[in-house]
């Protein structure tokens, strides 16, 4: 076995790699009795034994293929000196971003000094790693972090960040490029403490008009991509434009990564069909079937293995885990998946 790191050099295995976002959370009782003992979200972050010990718990558990470092989206706005907080069962909330003039307040770079405990972080996973796991390391994408900047919360719409770009186009524009240099600078320092892979979340891209799409999606993640693969050539970017309509195929060209993560709504066989061979696919499982399991579950897994049958494909959920998920059912989607 060697994690995930095969699929990139063209070896396709009989059985897909395999591991889950959000995998170490709080579907795991190991996982909420670490949590219990940190003050708050972002210091449990920054906590490298916590962060270690975290990251490691599923793979202990489950010996998934590869381990995502334990970290947040939000630790990009907060090294931007933006405040962010998590409230307990409500989720982030940061100082809304109402005015062009707001914007002025951040820092015009990122403090790499604060995401120390991040990369110290990665070292301790990939020192404790199985040599056969592969170690991932992951940012928000710029779309998806200026929608909570902006609005100060995760929104249904984010029509905050939408009307802000319509209204403030290069006020907004800055934003995006500061948050683009951010991204590459943490993508990169996380790639020299350890991480072999990198992921892109765009969680929120999908209610985006096309021009908007190509401005704050494909541009930044182009960008970001061309950047950490100029500075580390062989680390794979995978790109997770999430609920984005229309042809995925555009969005790989143009964007230049070599995976792409696809949502539960995603048309595997059809999207699989679209891209070029050597494109790895990810996901699509649905967090719900995974709650759900018995029948429902094990049709699910069978259709995704079945239309990735000899082609590159990571198993993965469609978005995270969820909290209520049963570890009986991860065990069974495992079973059915390495057979
Ligand atoms: O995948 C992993 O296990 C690695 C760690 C990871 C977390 N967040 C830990 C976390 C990753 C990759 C993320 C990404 C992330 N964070 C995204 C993009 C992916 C997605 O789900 O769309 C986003 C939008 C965030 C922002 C964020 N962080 C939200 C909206 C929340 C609250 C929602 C919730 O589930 O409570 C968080 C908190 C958070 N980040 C938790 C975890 C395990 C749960 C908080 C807790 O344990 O108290």
Not at 220 to 244: E, N, S
Request: a negative charge.
């Amino acid at each position: 076995m060697d994690g995930l790191r095969g699929l990139f050099t063209g070896r396709v295995k009989t059985r897909p790699p395999v591991w889950l976002m959000r995998q170490a959370g709080r579907y795991l009782p190991e996982y909420r009795e670490v949590r219990a003992t940190a003050p708050d979200f972002l210091s449990f972050c920054y906590t490298p034994e916590l962060a270690i010990e975290v990251t490691l718990q599923p793979i202990r558990r489950f010996g998934f293929d590869a381990s995502i470092i334990f970290s947040d989206i939000l630790v990009i706005p907060d090294a931007l000196g933006q405040r962010v907080r998590f409230v307990e069962g409500e989720g982030p909330r940061l100082d809304a971003i109402e005015t062009p003039e707001a914007l002025t307040a951040l820092a015009a770079k990122l403090d790499e000094e604060k995401l120390q405990p991040v990369y110290e972080a990665l070292r301790g996973v990939r020192a404790a790693l199985p040599a056969s796991t592969s170690l991932i390391g992951f940012c928000g994408a710029p779309w998806t972090l200026a929608t909570y900047m902006i609005a100060g919360q995760g929104t249904p719409d984010q029509a905050p960040a939408r009307l802000f770009a319509y209204r403030h186009r290069e006020a907004f524009a800055k934003l995006i490029d500061t948050l683009t240099e951010s991204c590459i600078i943490h993508l990169i320092r996380q790639i020299d403490a350890g991480a072999e892979i990198v992921q892109i979340f765009d969680s929120w891209a999908g209610p985006l008009p096309l021009s908007e799409f190509d401005a704050w999606c494909v541009e930044p993640v182009a960008r970001i991509t061309r950047a950490v693969r100029a500075r580390h050539p062989h680390v794979p970017v995978i790109a997770f434009p999430r609920a984005v309509a229309g042809s995925l195929r555009g969005f790989v060209d143009r964007t230049g990564v070599q995976a792409i993560s696809l949502d539960t709504a995603a048309r595997l066989a059809e999207v699989r069909v679209g891209l070029p061979p050597q494109i790895v696919t990810q996901g699509n499982l649905d967090p719900l079937v995974l709650i759900a399991g018995g029948d429902a579950l094990d049709r699910a897994v069978d259709d995704i293995l079945a239309a990735t049958d000899g082609l590159p494909h990571i198993f993965n959920l469609g978005h995270g885990i969820l909290p209520q998920t049963p570890i009986a059912h991860v065990e069974r989607m495992l079973e059915r998946i390495r057979g």
